[in-house]
């Protein structure tokens, strides 16, 4: 009998294929005697033997799809299996004490990684959280248990987990990934949103997938429902197989768009950008036909690595992105940190609402330094396209001034030194905080544009954290609340001849569309397999009868009655 488990729809799309448990499996250590010493250091070589080929074809991996730097990581962990200082004391121990060879392992790399901790240098500290992952591995292998390693994944897979971090996604190998599933998150979790960005079907937030599926044979994922059955009948498979060829078709038909432009029935052109975490993501983009990027998450730059990238390096993925989109505009976020986004390398301490805590702009003007190197490298990067800059997560009209004038420092500077920048760069901020969509007719007479982030200005209004399943009945886009201050900023925004735009996940929602158009956003940004379905979305849409309609919807009292409304009013469209 199959089974039926329902999440939280986070990718589009269907996969079918054998599970793979993605676990951090709880390792027993026993410590054992040992008679023949030679044959445990022959079996704990041959555990390092095939941990090293692992890290190697990672590393490898890694590079070819994501770049070198993220590579890196891989390469400082195979310099810990290699160092003969930790690799003679497992040795010594096991001859000594004759004991196995995973007893000596633990105890070695456990006085390794104490003596790391207890250093007061972020730099070493992080060496212990290298050494206890590499030795983790190797145990794995001493050990018999599968750890997971992309090396390890021969065959088409669809990857369950308890969570992704964001840098566990970007190494996912996407050729042999066709699908995941995890009991944590929700859909504006940031792996559910890499997930759209990689177009992989994903579904999150199931609660079980890790226990249901424990020993599951086959899996089929649908993204579109936010559905998963565990062990199919052949019936379900064959009926899935024709699902997923008419979702190729469909995909076939939308293409046909990608070179168009996105007009309302009555002719008015609206802009569709994309949302992207790295220069990587621009194929996807460019493909889907995006008339610019409307949001660039610097803050991915930052993350699975072990240091700040440098200005160079900043410069160079900024200056690619600039220059790959032609002269489009390209909108790039200043480091938005914190949250559920983290730096291991940033040693901050733990905060008991991260999402209201020192985080995004707040954190950038503590730490001018590594706020100033950003925008220098923005700054340098501005002469190759169309650059526009915007601060993430401001709540005052101060905070506002404060980064304008740590940009504008950094402009002198770099002026003062000879170094080329543009004069037309725009700067905006990200309206994500209630506080600052209240205050948008003064705010907008600052600015040179708005960036509304419903991701957070949901989570912000409806208190309800966009990261638990529990609250997330409360996680409202069509609420009134929410829908009265996107269009109270837009009004603002346009009151003072400002544009805005969206880049929120609501942004590409169909059933916001044409609220959002009626409302007169200028621009809607998006992950980039959301651009086609938007387009012709909107392209069955009149401007002005949406708008017709706003006063209307936001006169409703409840989410489901805007549903409801909007289903009807639009209903012909309706696609
Ligand atoms: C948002 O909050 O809507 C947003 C786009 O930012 P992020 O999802 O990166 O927090
Ligand atoms: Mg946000």
């Known amino acids: 009998m199959s089974q039926t488990i329902t999440g939280v729809q986070a990718s589009a799309g269907i996969a079918i294929g054998k599970p793979f448990l993605l676990a951090n499996p709880q390792l027993r250590i026993t410590t054992v005697s040992i008679d023949d010493t030679a044959a445990e250091m022959t079996r704990f070589q041959q555990a390092l033997d095939r941990a090293k080929d692992d890290l190697r074809a990672i590393s490898q991996q890694v590079e070819k799809d994501m770049g070198a730097d993220k590579a890196e990581i891989f390469n400082a962990h195979l310099?810990?299996?290699?160092?003969?200082?930790?690799?003679?004391?497992?040795?010594?121990?096991?001859?000594?004490?004759?004991?196995?060879?995973?007893?000596?392992?633990?105890?070695?790399?456990?006085?390794?990684?104490?003596?790391?901790?207890?250093?007061?240098?972020?730099?070493?500290?992080?060496?212990?959280?290298?050494?206890?992952?590499?030795?983790?591995?190797?145990?794995?292998?001493?050990?018999?248990?599968?750890?997971?390693?992309?090396?390890?994944?021969?065959?088409?897979?669809?990857?369950?987990?308890?969570?992704?971090?964001?840098?566990?996604?970007?190494?996912?190998?996407?050729?042999?990934?066709?699908?995941?599933?995890?009991?944590?998150?929700?859909?504006?979790?940031?792996?559910?949103?890499m997930a759209r960005s990689l177009e992989i079907p994903a579904v999150v937030g199931t609660r079980e997938i890790t226990t249901a599926a424990r020993t599951a044979q086959m899996l089929i994922l649908d993204g579109h429902e936010g559905i998963v059955i565990i062990d199919p009948s052949d019936e379900e498979i064959a009926a899935y197989q024709r699902k997923k060829a008419?979702?190729?078709?469909?995909?076939?038909?939308?293409?046909?768009?990608?070179?168009?432009?996105?007009?309302?029935?009555?002719?008015?052109?609206?802009?569709?950008?994309?949302?992207?975490?790295?220069?990587?993501?621009?194929?996807?983009?460019?493909?889907?036909g995006a008339e610019g990027i409307g949001l660039f998450r610097t803050e991915f730059l930052y993350m699975?690595?072990?240091?700040?990238?440098?200005?160079?390096?900043?410069?160079?993925?900024?200056?690619?992105?600039l220059e790959k989109m032609a002269g489009k505009p390209v909108v790039i976020r200043t480091l938005d940190i914190g949250g559920d986004?983290?730096?291991?390398?940033?040693?901050l301490p733990e905060e008991l609402n991260p999402f209201l805590g020192f985080r995004a702009i707040r954190l950038c003007l503590d730490h001018e330094e590594l706020f100033r190197t950003q925008l220098r490298a923005l700054l340098r990067a501005s002469v190759y396209g169309n650059l526009k800059i915007m601060f993430p997560m401001i709540a005052t009209l101060d905070e506002f001034l404060q980064a304008k004038a740590v940009l504008e420092s950094v402009k002198a500077e770099l002026t003062a030194q000879g170094v080329g920048v543009s004069d037309a760069v725009e700067v905006g901020i990200m309206i994500e905080i209630p506080a600052a969509a209240m205050m948008a007719d003064q705010l907008a007479e600052e600015v040179d544009f708005f960036s509304i982030g419903?991701?957070?200005?949901?989570?912000?209004?409806?208190?309800?954290?966009?990261?638990?399943?529990?609250?997330?009945?409360?996680?409202?886009?069509?609420?009134?609340?929410?829908?009265?201050?996107?269009?109270?900023?837009?009004?603002?925004?346009?009151?003072?001849?400002?544009?805005?735009?969206?880049?929120?996940?609501?942004?590409?929602?169909l059933t916001a569309i044409p609220i959002l158009l009626g409302m007169g956003l200028d621009e809607f940004s998006m992950s980039a397999v959301s651009i086609l379905p938007a387009r012709k979305r909107i392209n069955q849409l009149g401007k002005a009868e949406a708008a017709a309609q706003t006063k209307a919807i936001l006169s409703q009292r409840s989410s489901e009655q805007v549903e409801r409304y909007v289903k009807e009013a639009f209903a012909t469209s309706e696609s």
């Open 79 to 193: 310099l810990v299996l290699e160092d003969p200082e930790l690799v003679g004391a497992v040795q010594s121990t096991i001859e000594q004490k004759r004991v196995n060879a995973e007893s000596a392992l633990d105890e070695v790399a456990q006085g390794f990684i104490s003596l790391f901790e207890q250093m007061d240098n972020d730099y070493m500290r992080e060496r212990a959280a290298d050494i206890r992952d590499v030795t983790r591995r190797v145990l794995s292998y001493l050990l018999g248990v599968n750890a997971m390693s992309v090396s390890q994944m021969a065959e088409e897979v669809i990857l369950i987990a308890e969570d992704l971090t964001p840098s566990d996604t970007a190494q996912l190998d996407r050729r042999l990934v066709k699908g995941f599933v995890t009991d944590i998150g929700g859909r504006t979790s940031h792996s559910a949103i």
């Open 341 to 347: 986004k983290q730096l291991s390398y940033l040693d």
């Open 304 to 321: 699975g690595r072990n240091d700040f990238p440098s200005e160079e390096e900043q410069f160079a993925a900024y200056r690619e992105v």
């Open 246 to 288: 008419e979702f190729e078709t469909q995909k076939a038909e939308l293409a046909k768009l990608v070179h168009s432009k996105t007009m309302t029935r009555d002719g008015v052109h609206v802009e569709l950008a994309a949302n992207i975490g790295s220069p990587q993501d621009l194929a996807g983009v460019l493909a889907n």
């Open 454 to 509: 419903t991701n957070d200005l949901i989570q912000y209004t409806m208190a309800a954290d966009r990261m638990n399943e529990r609250v997330s009945y409360l996680y409202q886009p069509y609420h009134p609340a929410v829908l009265r201050l996107i269009d109270r900023v837009i009004k603002a925004a346009h009151d003072n001849g400002k544009w805005v735009g969206m880049c929120g996940e609501m942004a590409g929602d």
